[in-house]
């Protein structure tokens, strides 16, 4: 997968971007549990409703793994109820804080772990698919993990660069075999397609004044 062709656009596109949005500065919390609990609430809710559910477990003291585990579901559903669907995301939740209990709260234990088996172990939680998995591992633990999501597959194609099948593991790879190997790297580039998707390429695309447009087959006036 990894070839010069796909790595020079990925590439050119990271720089475009950054020099476009300028550093994003990700993930947008305060503490690695802060960023494990919003990469579960922003499951399909866009994240202004992240940030009110999070505000509300932080005025309710609430935001630590032992108090998400101690609260009875239904009180955690109500506090997260902006981040919509709220039972499932209280049950993920708690599933979430019952795995890093196994671990003390201690996410320097996480650090300690191999990867892939981190990676796997986190799989198995239930509610933490691969997109889930993975911000948590890049934006709260720091591995360099390329985070694959909506906006990612919405973007490139449109661009002219897709992988040759549309699976998370084959769009994962395509960045993966195809930009360095750093955290810093696959943090900053992710933030900026999301910010990128949000403002210019939207599902309907406002083509008209995006900082892509002059490498972008799909540019619509
Ligand atoms: S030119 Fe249009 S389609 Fe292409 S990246 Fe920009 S907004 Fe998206």
Redesign the pocket.
């Given at each position: 997968m990894g070839d010069a062709s796909s790595a020079e656009k990925l590439k050119a596109v990271y720089r475009l971007l950054l020099e476009c949005y300028g550093p994003q500065r990700w993930w947008p919390a305060e503490t690695p549990f802060e960023v494990m609990t919003g990469a579960v609430l922003t499951q399909s809710s866009a994240w202004v409703n992240v940030e009110k559910a999070i505000g509300n477990l932080k005025a309710a003291g609430k935001l630590s793994a032992a108090a998400l585990r101690d609260m009875p579901a239904a009180d955690l559903a109500a506090l997260i109820y902006p981040s919509g669907y709220y039972n499932a995301k209280a049950r993920k939740l708690k599933a979430m804080v019952e795995w890093l209990g196994t671990y003390g709260d201690d996410l320097s234990r996480l650090d300690r772990r191999d990867f892939e088996d981190l990676r796997e172990e986190l799989l198995g939680v239930h509610g933490i698919g691969p997109e889930t998995a993975d911000s948590i591992l890049l934006y709260a633990l720091g591995r360099p993990i390329f985070v694959i999501d909506a906006y990612t597959r919405r973007?490139y194609p449109?661009?002219g660069i897709k992988p040759d099948r549309d699976t998370y593991d084959a769009w994962q790879r395509l960045f993966m075999a195809n930009l360095p190997r750093e955290a810093a790297t696959f943090n900053e580039y992710h933030a900026l397609i999301v910010r990128?998707g949000k403002e210019?390429?939207r599902k309907k695309?406002?083509?008209r004044g995006?900082c892509?447009?002059g490498a972008?087959p799909?540019?619509?006036p």
């Open positions: 973007l449109r661009l990128h210019s390429c695309p406002r083509c995006c892509l447009s972008c799909a540019f619509s």
